[in-house]
Nanobody
Framework: QVQVVESGGGLAQPGGSLRLSCAAS????????MSWYRQAPGKERELVAG????????NYADSVKGRFTISRDNAKNTVYLQMNSLKPEDTAVYYC???????????WGQGTQVTVSS
């Protein structure tokens, strides 16, 4: 069955870094566009970053440009989100989403909490 599992969340200080990972299984990973979303308390879920099937194209929310980097390793069926220069406003539950190119089906992970606080 399809599984999308995030890891790497936790507590970081302002200015610090975290690296999130998202391991996927149950579908052809190289046929899926991958994205990271986040949802802060009381706010709607928002797109943070996306990456194409080959990794050749990426996009970012304005709020994270220059600080976050999305990447993928198709051999490991894993997508990453490197988060640098973290700010308290980056605090949220971060979700990984897979979108299958051929069917447009979406699969979400369960989320991982990121808290930025001193």
């Amino acid at each position: 069955q399809v599984q999308v599992v995030e890891s790497g969340g936790g507590l970081a200080q302002p200015g610090g870094s975290l690296r999130l990972s998202c391991a996927a299984s149950g579908f052809t990973f190289s046929n899926a566009a991958m994205s990271w979303y986040r949802q802060a308390p009381g706010k709607e879920r928002e797109l943070v970053a996306g990456i194409s099937t080959t990794g050749g194209s990426t996009n970012y929310a304005d709020s994270v440009k220059g600080r976050f980097t999305i990447s993928r390793d198709n051999a490991k069926n894993t997508v990453y989100l490197q988060m640098n220069s973290l700010k308290p406003e980056d605090t949220a539950v971060y979700y990984c989403r897979a979108r299958l190119i051929l069917t447009s089906y979406y699969y979400w992970g369960q989320g991982t909490q990121v808290t930025v606080s001193s």
